[in-house]
């Protein structure tokens, strides 16, 4: 299983990124995928979630600044992330959820930087 992110950078405030994961291993369409952040304390969150049926689920703190996608013909997901904010720096980790027995699997994570 494979889950490499792509994308990453420095950005001036108010601008935009837009990260990339492609998958491998699994059956990508049948997987909720998404982005998440290490909390400190608390381990990796997912904050942004898009589920095989294609319904998504962003966290309030972002749902009006980023935008969750995928590609199931090619194993990708993506996040649009708009407006950003120096507080929005982090590294961002492409993350994927389901089978039987349940499997939760995450990449190696790309590092966002908000700075002027």
């Known amino acids: 299983v494979q889950l490499v992110e792509s994308g990453g950078g420095l950005v001036q405030p108010g601008g935009s990124l837009r990260l990339s994961c492609v998958a491998s291993?699994?059956?990508?369409?049948?997987?909720?995928v998404g982005w998440a952040r290490q909390v400190p304390g608390k381990g990796f969150e997912w904050f942004s979630t898009?589920?095989?049926?294609?319904?998504?689920q962003v966290d309030r703190s972002v749902e009006d600044r980023f935008t969750i996608s995928r590609d199931n013909r090619k194993n990708m997901v993506y996040l649009q992330m708009d407006n950003l904010r120096p507080e929005d720096t982090d590294t961002y980790y492409c993350?994927?959820?389901?089978?039987?027995?349940?499997?939760?699997?995450r990449g190696q994570g790309t590092q966002v930087t908000v700075s002027s």
């Open positions: 993350t994927a959820a389901g089978g039987l027995p349940p499997n939760e699997y």
């Open positions: 291993g699994f059956d990508f369409k049948r997987y909720a």
């Open positions: 898009i589920y095989s049926d294609g319904a998504t």
